[in-house]
């Protein structure tokens, strides 16, 4: 207005164009660009089965270049069954039950009593299924990421893993070619010890979930490494990763020292998505950049995570990071046209070229376009229907 009145005199054709100005200029369509693109995004989230608690979450997610997983409950259906039980002096579970195996059987189950860990239902379950009733066991105390111990009869037993026992120095020679092989084969077995003598070996049997091989193929079509991180012995969290097809393999790893790798790679610069579903995964999935929780697995590790997979389907999590992506897009397309819009339309109305009237109607198109534009996110289907 100024100008037009002074460098030429037309104080009023200065002050239509200078509304013209001030309408054109609104900053609407900016102030819409990035949240109608997060509600669109979270909106058809929801109804593909990924709830987003955290606006955060979605907006790292683009950017994540390595996906880290749990192996049970995750990868696969966290329903082990007891498959094999073998004494020390040999013998399985699948032949008919005698007094040594019966024995062994009794013992875990006494020990897992009372636990709501997969594999102590998986015991209780087989000791149910064979006719066995599990002993009396008191001082019952559990060891994070290792196993069990309790008091049986007067009788000190322990029952964990391979890791846990190689820690107390028992000698697992008698039965370390047989666990050898059903550990390749991709199997968790846990070991059952009275003081330093060894019992039995407990093998366990877990399904690899149907879409889980999909799932890595996804995430690899994205350009995204995937890292396995296991308390499992090496050799079966390795045999579950050449199955997959997963990058890398962390096995033997305790609870703590899960969080511990995940930082390790922020550290290297990367971005991580975390995906667990359990209680020892909920350290590691507040530690990534972005947690993912399967909605099948505690409450501890939802609460924890940013993203939950409301479906117990592994494939969201190529869904949830290709949702991101698209959502980022809408984001910066949004503020282009809204800025577009100022650039081009604030110097057309200063020199006046541009009526108040038509400036109004640029503005509020503006708007409409920024907001329809995030809306085609409604459009994205992803890989599973």
Request: hydrophobic share 50%; with cysteine.
């Amino acid at each position: 207005w100024l100008a037009w009145g002074l460098a030429a005199g037309e104080w009023e054709r200065g002050l239509i164009n200078a509304v013209a100005v001030l309408v054109i200029a609104c900053p609407c369509a900016l102030g819409l660009a990035t949240p109608a693109a997060i509600m669109a995004g979270t909106g058809v989230a929801a109804r593909r089965g990924i709830l987003i608690k955290d606006a955060e979450a979605l907006e790292t997610a683009h950017r994540i270049g390595i996906v880290a997983f749990d192996k049970t409950g995750t990868l696969t259906e966290g329903k082990p069954t007891l498959i094999e039980a073998v004494v020390a002096e040999g013998g399985h579970l699948k032949a008919a039950v005698d007094g040594a195996r019966a024995a062994l059987l009794a013992d875990a189950a006494a020990l897992q009593s009372g636990s709501e860990h997969p594999l102590a239902r998986a015991v209780l379950v087989a000791a149910q299924a064979e006719g066995v009733a599990p002993r009396t066991a008191s001082a019952l105390r559990a060891e994070a990421g290792r196993g069990v111990r309790a008091e049986v009869e007067g009788r000190a037993l322990m029952l964990g893993s391979t890791r846990w026992m190689n820690e107390l120095g028992v000698d697992l020679a008698p039965l370390a070619d047989a666990a050898q092989v059903h550990q390749s084969q991709g199997r968790t077995v846990s070991w059952l010890v009275e003081g330093q003598r060894l019992r039995g070996l407990l093998v366990f049997g877990d399904t690899l979930k149907a879409d889980a091989k999909a799932a890595i193929d996804a995430l690899h079509a994205l350009g995204i490494k995937t890292l396995l991180v296991s308390g499992d012995h090496r050799a079966s969290a390795g045999a579950v990763a050449a199955a997959l097809g997963i990058d890398e393999v962390r096995a033997e790893v305790l609870p703590a020292d899960k969080a511990a790798i995940v930082a390790e790679r922020k550290r290297s610069g990367q971005i991580v998505a975390m995906v667990g579903d359990g209680l020892n995964d909920a350290p590691a999935l507040a530690a990534a950049d972005v947690g993912i929780a399967m909605s099948t697995g505690t409450d501890v590790a939802m609460h924890a995570a940013g993203i939950t997979l409301m479906r117990g389907k592994v494939s969201l999590v190529a869904d949830a990071i290709d949702l991101s992506r698209r959502t980022t897009a809408k984001i910066r397309q949004n503020l282009f046209w809204a800025f577009v819009y100022n650039v081009v339309g604030i110097p057309l109305a200063a020199f006046g070229l541009l009526n108040p009237v038509i400036a109004g109607a640029a503005m509020a198109l503006s708007s409409v376009s920024v907001v329809t534009n995030a809306l085609t996110l409604r459009y994205w289907k992803g890989s599973t229907r």
